[in-house]
Each structure stands twice: as C-alpha cells, then as structure tokens.
C-alpha cells in the first residue's frame, strides 16, 4: 500500500506500508469513529445523571421549605381564630351584662316602658342613596367573621350610650327626689304646736305662728327635709340657734331653738342628714324645734309637706 502526502509548495512524498502496517492503520482509522463515539455517550449519560440529581434534590428543598412556610402560616391562622373567637365571647359577654344592668337600672328607675329598650338592636334606617350605581342589584353576601365582631361593638356603643343617658337621667332624678320637700324634721318625738293662729305661750294672746313645733328629747337629732345649701347657722332673734337650708326651686327651711348646730354656712346637706341637736334656745318653753316651710319667701304650712312620703 503506497500513500502520497503533498503539501503547499507542490512537494510530494510518498509513503509504502506492508500489510501488517495496512491493518494496524485501517484498525486506528475504523476505530476513531467509534471510540469518539461511546466517549461521548458516556459523557452525556454523566451529565444528564449528574443534572437530574441535583435538580431533584434543589426541588425537594423548596417543597420542603415551602410545607414548613405553609405549616408556619396555618398555625399562625389557627392562632388568630382562636384569639377572635375569644375576643367575639368576650364582646357578646359584656353585651349580655350591659342588657342585663340596663334592664335593671330601667326597672329601678319607673321609666316608661320602651323608651329604653335594652337586648333589642338599635332602630335603624334611612333612603337609599340613589346615586350609587347598582347599589339595589348588588348580590346578598353573609357577613363575614370580622362583620360580626364590628357589629358587636356597635351594639356595645349604642347600649354604652343609652345607659349613659339613663345614668344622667337618673342623676336628675335622684336629685329632684333629694330637692323635694317631705318628711319631718326629726327622728324621734311629737308634733306640739300646728301652723296658723294659737295662743302665745308667753303673752297668752292670740298670735300668728308661721311653723309647727316637734316637742322630744334634749339633745336628739334634727334632721334635713331636703338637700340643698346651708344660708344661715347662727343665733337669730326669737329662733335661737337656727339653721336655714336653701332647697332651690324658690324653697327654704328654718329649724330653730336648737341646742347645738351641726353644720355651718355654706355647707350642702343631704336629705336625712343629721343638721342639729334638740333644744330650747331662744324664746322657747322646753326642748323642740320649729320648723318653718318658705315658698318663694313667703312661709306656706308645713303640714302637706310632713305628710309626703317622697317620690
């Protein structure tokens, strides 16, 4: 076998192979083909081995990430419900006692039936807007979780509200009934002298006497008609040591002849409160007090006035 290499210049040069030479070389020739070959399928099967593997391991890490982030989440949401549901009881709980406490107050006070109405929703209403587009066709949506809580605390402001106003109604009320005139002005004795003409236990001569008389004990209480504010407590002329109390609305009172006074000018008093002590000072025959009634300063009997039994 004879091959002839020619090369740029024109040069030849000639190569002569025997026949083991021929089969040496027909061998390498055949077999370049299929080693590159089987090489380079073995290089792919590594690769796509190696990618696969990876690929499936960088997968399982971010499913794995993403269940824990999923688990994280649910228990977070589980958490959350627990906390609204704790927090919805606890509204619906106070709504139960404010309803209770406003049925109670209501009843206690004699207020109209009706006029607060506790336990019930509020009375709503209104035109609908026709200026909003589809508001009439819009579907029906049931409320939702966060819509139950919100409507809770409206309940709990409308009843917080309406308990206010009867707070203050009641206020009112407690203070005409403690502004209002009635009862005697002591605790323990009798009446002995009435309003009007009588004779004068001094002169003997028929006299006018604006009060009535409370004969009893030396020494007992005398006691406040009414609330109102302390304008005199001092002696004065005729009553000894006097007490008068301004009630308001253009009424007054007057207790006299007392042995000692409890409490002086400018002080508020209570109704029952304990203001003197029985005596007979001043132009007085034994321990009482007179005890006189002024209606827009003009003394009126205190006879329809002892006989109230308060409001």
Not at 55 to 83: P, S
Request: net charge neutral; with cysteine; charged share 25%.
């Amino acid at each position: 076998m004879k091959i002839i290499l020619v090369n740029e210049r024109g040069a030849t040069r000639s190569f002569n192979f025997g026949g083991l030479s021929k089969a040496l070389l027909g061998l390498c020739l055949l077999g370049l083909p299929v080693g590159a070959f089987l090489l380079g399928t073995n290089l792919s099967v590594v690769e796509t081995d190696l990618f696969d593997a990876r690929t499936a391991k960088a997968w399982e890490r971010a499913l794995r990430k993403q269940q824990e982030e999923i688990g994280a989440a649910d228990r977070a949401a589980r958490e959350q419900l627990v906390a609204l549901t704790v927090k919805l009881a606890e509204l619906q709980a106070r709504l139960t006692r404010l309803d209770a406490l406003g049925e109670r107050l209501t009843a206690a006070a004699n207020l109209d039936e009706g006029e607060f109405q506790f336990g019930t929703p509020p009375a709503l209403g209104g035109p609908e807007d026709p200026q909003v587009a589809g508001a009439s066709e819009l579907p029906y949506q049931s409320p939702g979780f966060l819509d139950v809580i919100d409507d809770l605390s409206q309940q709990i402001d409308d009843r917080q509200m309406q308990l206010e106003m009867l707070e203050s109604l009641m206020a009112n009320l407690k203070l005409e009934d403690e502004q209002f005139i009635a009862g005697r002005p002591i605790t323990k004795g009798w009446m002995s002298s009435r309003y009007g003409y009588r004779t004068d236990p001094f002169t003997g001569r028929r006299t006018w006497h604006k009060g009535v008389d409370f004969a009893g004990k030396m020494g007992s209480d005398v006691v406040s008609v009414a609330a109102g504010v302390v304008t005199w407590a001092d002696e004065r002329h005729g009553y000894g040591q006097l007490v008068e109390i301004n009630h308001g609305n253009g009424y007054s009172t007057r207790y006299g002849h007392n042995s000692a006074l409890k409490v002086g000018l400018g002080d508020v008093v209570r109704k029952g409160q304990v203001i003197a002590q029985m005596g007979s000072s001043g132009r007085s025959t034994g321990p009482h007090v007179h005890f006189e009634i002024f209606k827009n300063n003009r003394a009126v009997d205190p006879a329809s006035y002892i006989r109230r039994t308060g409001r």
